[in-house]
């Protein structure tokens, strides 16, 4: 069995507003106290890396408009087999998850549905809410987001800055993916 400490982990994740970025880096905290190696990229430039370097893979996207960006599928149709063949996990980041009947990868319309969109099978999922930041959006994406929040009776304010995100899931989540066991261990 590899010695934890010199097992490296990849964090590779597509976000818009930079939250999922966020919530890698708190994994990679968490991870690298219990002694393992972890590199942290967006998935467009995970090309420049050596993949089948890494023992687990964690795969982060967030959502926007119901939907994960297209590079989150590629990436996972690309390199199906390499993450079938370690332990690999996957989380998505959406606001929608603030709701505690949406929060599980089973109860969340947006992580079922892309699942059930790819063959992949992860070992670990997770859904983490994310961060509704409507200053920093453009003035399409405010009007929208906002319209939407209404509809499903969210912060609704112009000015607002709302952190939804459990970040002791988080935590648990990524010790949860140390413990996986490598593919052949129960």
Same mark, same amino acid.
């Given at each position: ?27 990679? $905290? ?85 699942? $059930? ?45 709302? #952190? ?6 988080? #935590? ?15």
């Amino acid at each position: 069995m590899t010695d934890p400490a010199t097992e490296c982990v990849l964090i590779a994740y597509a976000t818009t507003d930079g939250h999922t970025r966020r919530i890698c880096e708190r994994l990679k $905290q968490v991870m690298e106290s219990r002694g393992r190696q972890v590199t942290v990229a967006l998935l467009s430039e995970t090309g420049a890396l050596d993949l089948p370097s890494f023992d687990r893979v964690v795969i982060g996207a967030s959502i926007r408009y119901g939907h994960h960006q297209p590079i989150v599928a590629e990436f996972i149709a690309r390199h199906q087999t390499l993450l079938e063949s370690r332990p690999s996990a996957f989380f998505s980041v959406n606001i929608v998850a603030r709701k505690p009947n949406k929060n599980t990868p089973e109860t969340n319309p947006y992580c079922r549905k892309f699942l $059930q969109s790819i063959a992949w099978r992860p070992r670990l999922t997770a859904v983490f809410a994310g961060k509704l930041d409507y200053p920093s959006y453009g003035f399409v994406d405010r009007q929208m987001i906002r319209l939407i929040m209404l509809m499903t009776k969210g912060p609704t304010d112009p000015t607002a800055v709302v #952190e939804f995100t459990d970040w002791a899931k988080v #935590e648990a989540f990524g010790r949860d993916v140390c413990a996986l066991p490598k593919p052949g261990q129960p």
